[in-house]
């Protein structure tokens, strides 16, 4: 029986699933996935996965003609058919967790999704899940009863930003309060590649009916560079309404760090805006308006992330 961890990527994540692979120097699983005219589909593993260590990848973002749901039920189901086949421990490794923005009641009687998603997938069997950057960490955490696995790519960043930024001094923003925390893990792991924590500011914001207002901007970015962080934008307009608040406070330049790029329609106007200097972004979705040219955009890959928590949990 081999010792090797058996790792899957399902339809919708294959690249990312051989860039994986190569890291670990291994190969994809195979399986075979069906699509039947009545909107149906079959996913299956080709090679026994009997007492076999069994990762299976899939990020869960919408595009083209796969929805989120879509992607979301084809996972629950191969994990469901891997401990059928007599799989020792399931990990499923999410580059994106779509609904983890509704963690919390906002209204009397919302659904809290993130929890739902949560039992659909202890239902199935899961034994573990890796997450990059959910919205909530605790959330994400508390909502699951298995064994959770939460992946940042802080120090991915960094490296990246390193060379932009030189030693111009720096201010960690989030483009609002909710967002605090997540500066404050970025700051963090700044300071222990730099040597000296900078300071962090956030935005005053309030959402109604759809609607973004508020103006105040809490701490001091004059004569700084602005490094606005968050984990995931759709339209833009929170990021751009940042990006243009700093500016007007004083930054020298601004900085967009996204891990989640959905980039949905109106988020082309970020690739333009003339508040933010560069964008940078993760490869965990594919965004759904892509720039015509990459010249603002760096995009980092994380699949080592992926690849380095397999090693650790197939280790343990």
């Known amino acids: 029986m081999s010792s090797e961890p058996v790792l899957f990527a399902l339809e919708g994540s294959r690249a990312f699933g051989h860039a994986v692979a190569s890291q670990l120097g291994i190969c994809l699983a195979a399986n075979e996935d069906r699509n039947f005219d009545d909107g149906e589909h079959k996913s299956r593993p080709l090679d026994s996965l009997r007492s076999r260590d069994v990762y299976i990848l899939l990020s869960l973002f919408g595009e083209g003609t796969s929805s989120v749901n879509d992607k979301l039920m084809r996972l629950l189901f191969f994990v469901a058919t891997a401990k059928d086949a007599g799989a020792k421990r399931v990990t499923a490794l999410l580059p994106y967790l779509a609904y983890a923005r509704k963690d919390r009641r906002g209204k009397n009687q919302d659904p809290v999704t993130t929890r739902y998603v949560a039992q659909l997938f202890e239902a199935m069997g899961v034994d573990c899940m890796v997450a990059l950057e959910v919205h909530n960490q605790g959330a994400f955490?508390?909502?699951?009863?298995?064994?959770t696995v939460h992946l940042e790519a802080h120090d991915l960043f960094l490296?990246?930003?390193?060379d932009r930024v030189g030693k111009e001094p720096v201010v960690i923003v989030s483009p609002d309060?909710?967002?605090?925390?997540?500066?404050?893990?970025?700051?963090?792991?700044?300071?222990?590649?730099?040597?000296?924590?900078?300071?962090?500011?956030f935005l005053e914001k309030h959402r109604r009916d759809g609607k973004v207002t508020g103006d105040a901007v809490v701490g001091d970015m004059t004569g700084k560079v602005a490094i606005i962080v968050d984990d995931m934008v759709a339209s833009g307009t929170t990021l751009l309404r940042a990006a243009k608040a700093c500016r007007e406070k004083g930054a020298t330049k601004v900085f967009g760090v996204i891990t989640h790029a959905l980039f949905g329609p109106g988020a082309e106007q970020l690739y333009s805006a003339g508040a933010i200097d560069q964008l940078f972004i993760t490869d965990s979705v594919t965004p759904q308006q892509e720039p015509e040219a990459q010249g603002r955009v760096t995009t980092i890959p994380v699949a080592g992330l992926f690849a380095q928590a397999i090693r650790e949990l197939h280790t343990d």
């Open 141 to 147: 955490d508390n909502a699951f009863r298995c064994q």
């Open 159 to 162: 490296n990246a930003l390193k």
């Open 177 to 201: 309060a909710g967002g605090t925390k997540r500066v404050d893990r970025f700051r963090d792991a700044w300071a222990d590649a730099a040597g000296e924590q900078p300071p962090t500011a």
